[in-house]
């Protein structure tokens, strides 16, 4: 099972705290460092000191770590036309040595499109699927040769589709709840299908999904990698659990329930339940960028048991 982490920067994180949080998610073997791609703070924060942007912060990651994975969890479609983000993208990957990976999603949050002054259109999945096809098509074109593509939203005439990645396949993670688009999308485009916030019984039943659109639609199921997304607060006793719970405005209960949460033991077992759905990596979100200690006792005494 391959640990990830997974930051949410639009809470309230600056360059330099993705930047300390990314080092240690190097230095103490997790596999990835993953971040959202939002512009507005959600809940009771304020979010300062304000946002940072996704591909910008990676491509300042990318030069400042050499192992660890890079990417995101999900990528707005609404944010980038996608000509310009697979520019974006190829050019992050050559600048990590090819460490890149790219979360693509529909972008849901209407307030923050408002703030920013971003279009929010009313038809978002159609608009993705184009998406989709022009970025995975621009880097698949063949140096030398052009790429075209003529949709309902988007209009590529006499492409050179360049830059090229520095990897031969930039992996792309499609992800949601969604029971019939979704997967059909995923089985079509991704290498990777992730759920996030799932219970084991709702991801078992998404990876089903997922699966059978797989192989409707002639490819093996196996060929996608299965993830889930989750919440992370693990405390070495209740009190130390407690603490890292009230910290990020939770309930130490319900995030055992709803999330990755407990003592060591607690989230191994857990961890063990996702396992058995299919599930072979998974995101922690981590909430508290300041507090590393718990991405050191995650390290030492979670992931240990799963190698």
Not at 145 to 155: K, S
Not at 277 to 303: K, M, N, P, W
């Amino acid at each position: 099972m391959d640990l990830r982490i997974f930051t949410e920067p639009q809470q309230g994180a600056t360059y330099e705290t993705l930047l300390t949080v990314a080092k240690a998610t190097e230095d103490l073997g997790f596999d990835a460092f993953f971040r959202s791609d939002h512009y507005l703070s959600m809940g009771d924060g304020d979010g300062l000191p304000g946002p940072t942007d996704a591909w910008i912060t990676l491509a300042g990651l990318a030069r400042e770590t050499s192992r660890v994975r890079l990417g995101t969890l999900m990528t707005a479609g609404t944010f980038r036309l996608p000509g310009v983000l697979a520019i974006q993208v190829a050019q992050v990957d050559q600048m990590s040595g090819g460490r890149v990976e790219l979360g693509l999603g529909a972008g849901w949050f209407e307030q923050e499109h408002t703030a920013y002054g971003i279009p929010f259109p009313k038809e978002k999945f159609g608009r993705l699927e184009e998406q989709l096809d022009i970025v995975t098509g621009l880097w698949a074109t063949r140096t030398g040769e052009t790429f075209d593509f003529h949709g309902a939203y988007y209009d590529l005439t006499d492409s050179p589709a360049l830059p090229k990645p520095a990897q031969a396949k930039i992996p792309v993670l499609i992800g949601g709840h969604g029971a019939t688009r979704t997967p059909r999308l995923a089985a079509r485009y991704a290498d990777e299908f992730n759920i996030p916030f799932a219970s084991v019984e709702d991801s078992a039943r998404q990876f089903g999904r997922v699966r059978a659109a797989a192989e409707q639609a002639g490819r093996a199921a196996d060929d996608l990698v299965y993830s889930a997304a989750l919440v992370a607060c693990v405390g070495k006793d209740d009190r130390e659990l407690a603490r890292r719970a009230a910290a990020i405005g939770r309930e130490a209960d319900e995030l055992k329930a709803n999330g990755l949460a407990g003592s060591p033991a607690e989230v191994v077992d857990k961890i063990g339940r996702y396992a058995e759905t299919g599930a072979s990596r998974l995101y922690l979100q981590i909430l508290d960028l300041d507090d590393l200690d718990h991405l050191e006792l995650i390290s030492a005494e979670v992931q240990s048991q799963l190698t």
